[in-house]
C-alpha cells in the first residue's frame, strides 16, 4: 500500500487506524497537531525556583516566562506511546539568574527524552540521582538525550526567547517535588554579561 502524506491528508490508511498527522515548522519549533496542549508559567508561579526571593518579589507576578505546547497522539498514561512538544522560555532574569523552567524528573524515573533546539541560546541543566549536576549549551541545531532518571531544566541565557522541541514517552510523568526539595544542584547566573554555570549547596 502506498501512503501519501501532505500535511494534514494521509491517502490509502487503514481504516482501523486513528488519521494522526501533525506538522512542525523546523524553524521555529511550532507544532499544528490534533487537539494541541498549551500551558503557561508565569513568575507567581515560579517562587522557589529563582534563589534572590527579594528580587522576584519586586517583580510583575503576571510576567510570562514561558509556553509550552505538546501533542498527545494517545492518552496520557500509555506505555509504549510518545508525546511531542516544544517550550518557548522568554529572555530575563531574577536578579542575576536567567529565566528557566521549573525543572523535573519524570514520574516513572527511567524514561527519557529527547530535546531539540529550534532558536536561541541557552544551557539544559541535568543532575543524576547521585547528585552530580552538568549542563549542555543549548544553541539552533542542538540535540539533547536526557536519560532515565535525570532530572533536567533548560535556562534562557540569551536576550531573545529560547524555543525547543522534545519528545518523551506518553507515561513519562513529571515528579516536580524533587526538584523543589533538592534543586538542581547548580545554578545559571549572569557574571559580566556572561552565562556561568555554578554549583550550589543543595
Ligand atoms: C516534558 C518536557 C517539556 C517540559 C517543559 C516545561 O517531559 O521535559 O515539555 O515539560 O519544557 O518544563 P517543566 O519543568 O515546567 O515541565
Ligand atoms: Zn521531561
Known amino acids: 500500500m502506498v501512503l501519501l502524506i501532505d500535511f494534514g ?25 490534533p487537539n494541541l496542549h498549551t500551558s503557561e508559567k508565569k513568575l507567581g508561579q515560579l517562587r522557589t525556583v529563582f534563589h534572590d526571593q527579594r528580587s522576584w518579589e519586586t517583580m ?35 536578579g542575576d539568574e536567567y529565566f528557566m523552567t521549573h525543572g523535573h524528573r519524570h514520574a516513572i524515573v527511567n524514561r527519557a527524552e529527547f530535546y531539540g533546539t529550534t532558536v536561541g541560546q541557552g544551557m539544559l541543566v541535568l543532575r543524576d540521582e547521585s547528585g552530580r549536576a552538568w549542563a549542555e549549551k543549548m544553541k539552533p541545531g542542538s540535540l539533547h538525550y536526557i536519560p532515565g532518571r535525570v532530572a533536567h531544566r533548560v535556562v534562557n541565557t540569551g536576550n531573545i526567547p529560547l524555543r525547543f522541541v522534545a519528545c518523551w514517552p506518553s507515561d513519562a510523568g513529571h515528579d516536580y517535588e524533587i526538584v523543589r526539595e533538592r534543586g538542581l544542584g547548580a545554578r545559571v547566573c549572569q557574571r559580566d554579561g556572561q552565562a556561568v554555570f555554578e554549583m550550589t549547596q543543595d
Not at 486513528?18 to 507544532?31: E, M, Q, R, Y
Not at 509556553?67 to 512538544?85: H, I, K, N, S, Y
Request: proline share 10%; charged share 15%; aromatic share 16%.
Open 9 to 33: 491528508t494521509i491517502v490509502g490508511y487503514p481504516t482501523d487506524v486513528h488519521p494522526n498527522f501533525a506538522a512542525v515548522d523546523w524553524v521555529t519549533g511550532s507544532l499544528q497537531a
Open 60 to 94: 510583575d507576578p503576571e510576567t510570562v516566562v514561558y509556553r509550552v505546547w505538546w501533542w498527545e497522539p494517545v492518552p496520557a498514561g500509555t506505555e509504549g506511546g510518545l508525546f511531542w512538544g516544544g517550550t518557548e522560555i522568554q529572555p530575563g532574569c531574577v
